[in-house]
């Protein structure tokens, strides 16, 4: 048998080491039994040499004797000092090469001397000569230097028939952002055009989050934090950003964090998803224009693009995902975990320059889309049965995600939750997989959060809850078998259930009765205009759901509470409003819709307002 190759992904943030064995690629663990290592390199208090999570949790403490994104500094041949000693860029690196050398020796009880390593697809000459020189001084005979976003997309796209497809790797990791083109036909794959950013990535967003904590923190206790302070406060900066990949609030608990003048501070604070993602809107904007500039480069239109391919672990948060279904009309793969992409397209790379026959990476994903019907706009009507997805087809499994809902009427007691399979935006063509309620709400105006959470593990197991965000109040069922396929028996029951479920639930809008005149005709374009002008400005400014009421913006949530509610009731008593007084009604909208946009709320409740007073006479 040929000797063992090993593909690596030499990572600014993380690197990991991936072989073939039996056909498969596997990603190696390391001592500690994770899969990445963080490429950080320290000598402890002790005076040993340390790399990965130990070097990088001394960071704080010990800067002077720690590295780390030595991967930027590749090829410049600008020495760094460790411990007192000046290290080239390719000798740090060789450490982190040497620990997954060893990591995969160990895994595999056999010596490892030959190595595929990845590096992003703009390194020039240089920087590959001293990636290759890296791997030489760990004792690696660096076979090939493979581009990053192609090993990614092998990991998706190995042995593809001869047919040429065109995929775009979108790759966000702790420090850099790529976004490349990539060909690939039979065995041959092509960067056609790359684009990004070398400084932007989610130490950005740790950065974000941490210098609004510090501005509160130090509002309310003047003066400054010491720098370990500083650090603890980006590290539970990423804590909460990683979790609100998942959940729709993180909770940030940080105590005696010290100042400058050696005050001990408290940090106790709730940030939600979507202040976070309030946050990011520079950020995405920027990847935006980068993934526009490639496919310009390339003379490639969005819709020839045949898939799209997330890398990196910053592309867990959704505002990207989000972002790129806008961009291209679909949902990106994120099948194969995005930090993990890299480094299993260097192992295929390897496996077959080893000969190997290698299967394709196999991961369970979700065929289906879950969510639950709320009160939303389908074609320019408010109804009940808008579908709001919470889990979305391709997630990979197991995979967890939560949304906020809102209730659309004062003291809101109790609400329905229908759970649904499918991806139509009409709740009622899907197919309902279960029915909850939760009752006993607490008196609270329209507005009031409830989180959605859904849980969907590999048996097919569906978790479903919902939750009064300020009380705590919840509510769960389990779904068994929701990922079977359902037989028509099934469907022909969830068909009449469904029926049952909406029937005495039009759409809230009488525009459906018969307008026997041009005149009327004219009416029903505006209210649809009004409504759907309302709920745009909802989607534009918060991407708002309606739901049991709607999905918002903590900060804009009131303005967008305001403006849906104000629509109802216009929908409720457009009928019998006088021509003048809709056409009014109609302009208060628009002006809402301006303020809400630009953040005038003074325009915006004296809109408001108007509009209140006009429904008031039309209601009475
Ligand atoms: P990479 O360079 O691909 O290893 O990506 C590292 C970056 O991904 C870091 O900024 C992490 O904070 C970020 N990251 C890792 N996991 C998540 C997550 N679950 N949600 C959001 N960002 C994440």
């Not at 679909?330 to 890299?342: C, K, N, S, T």
């Not at 399979?421 to 008196?443: C, H, M, V, W």
Request: aromatic share 4%; proline share 3%.
């Amino acid at each position: 048998m040929s000797d063992i190759i090993i593909g690596i992904d030499l990572g600014t943030t993380n690197s990991e080491v991936a072989v073939c064995i039996d056909g498969k690629i596997e990603i190696i663990p390391m001592a500690d039994g994770s899969l990445m290592l963080p490429s950080v390199v320290g000598i402890s208090p002790e005076g040993n040499l340390i790399v990965g999570h130990e070097a990088r949790n001394q960071l704080a403490l010990y800067p002077d004797n720690t590295v780390r994104s030595i991967k930027r500094k590749m090829g410049s041949g600008d020495s760094v000092n460790l411990g007192g000693h000046d290290y080239l860029p390719q000798e740090i690196s060789a450490m982190i090469l040497t620990t997954l050398k060893n990591a995969a020796e160990k895994y595999l009880g056999k010596p490892v001397t030959k190595a595929v390593i990845t590096v992003p697809a703009q390194f020039n000459d240089a920087q590959r000569n001293a990636t290759r020189e890296a791997g030489r001084i760990a004792g690696l005979d660096v076979l090939r230097i493979l581009n990053e976003p192609t090993a990614a997309c092998l990991a998706y796209e190995n042995n593809t028939p001869d047919k040429k497809k065109i995929l775009l790797a979108f790759d966000l990791g702790g420090g850099t952002f790529d976004v490349s083109l990539v060909s690939i036909e039979g065995d041959v794959t092509e960067v056609i055009a790359s684009s990004g950013d070398n400084h932007l990535g989610g130490d950005d967003f740790d950065q974000a989050i941490a210098e609004r904590l510090q501005a509160e923190l130090l509002e309310k206790d003047h003066g400054a934090l010491d720098r370990i302070a500083e650090y603890r406060l980006i590290k539970a900066a990423e804590q909460a950003k990683m979790q609100l990949s998942e959940f729709a609030y993180a909770q940030i608990i940080e105590n005696n964090l010290v100042g400058k003048n050696g005050d001990s501070m408290s940090l106790e604070r709730e940030l939600s998803r979507h202040e976070f993602d309030e946050l990011l809107d520079p950020f995405v904007a920027k990847t935006v224009l980068a993934v526009r500039r490639c496919l310009s480069d390339a003379g490639v239109k969005a819709d020839a693009v045949d898939d799209i391919i997330l890398v990196g672990g910053s592309t867990r948060s959704s505002v990207f995902q989000d972002m790129i279904e806008r961009e291209f009309g679909r949902r990106p793969h994120a099948d194969i975990q995005p930090d993990l992409a890299v480094a299993y397209g260097a192992g295929m790379m390897a496996a077959r320059l080893m000969g190997e026959q290698q299967h394709r990476i196999l991961v369970d994903i979700t065929p289906y889309t879950f969510g639950i019907s709320c009160v939303g706009e389908l074609n320019g009507q408010l109804c009940h049965y808008r579908f709001a997805s919470i889990i979305k087809a391709g997630a990979a499994l197991p995979v967890a995600r939560e949304e906020v809902f809102f209730t659309i009427q004062d003291n809101q007691k109790s609400i329905d939750v229908n759970v649904f399979q499918g991806e139509n935006p009409d709740a009622r063509k899907n197919t309902l997989i279960g029915t909850f309620s939760i009752e006993d709400l607490s008196e609270q105006p329209a507005g009031n959060k409830i989180v959605m959470s859904m849980k969907l593990d590999l048996d097919g197991l569906l978790r479903c809850s919902a939750s009064e965000k300020i009380t705590g109040k919840r509510k769960d069922i389990v779904i068994t078998n929701a990922l079977a396929k359902l037989t028509d028996d099934e469907l022909a029951k969830s068909r009449e259930r469904v029926a049952k479920l909406f029937a005495d639930q039009p759409p809230w809008n009488p525009l459906n009765s018969d307008l026997d005149d041009a005149e009327d005709a004219e009416d029903e374009d505006a209210i649809a205009g009004i409504l759907a002008d309302a709920m745009d400005a909802n989607q534009d400014k918060a991407d708002t759901k309606s739901a049991h009421g709607r999905k918002t913006a903590d900060d804009a949530s009131d303005m967008i509470n305001t403006i849906t509610q104000l629509a109802f009731r216009l929908q409720k008593v457009s009928q019998k409003m006088p021509r003048e007084d809709l056409a009014e009604a109609n302009e208060l909208v628009q002006q809402m819709k301006a303020a809400l946009n630009t953040g005038d709320t003074k325009a915006f409740h004296a809109a408001c307002q108007e509009l209140d007073d006009l429904l008031f006479y039309a209601e009475s």
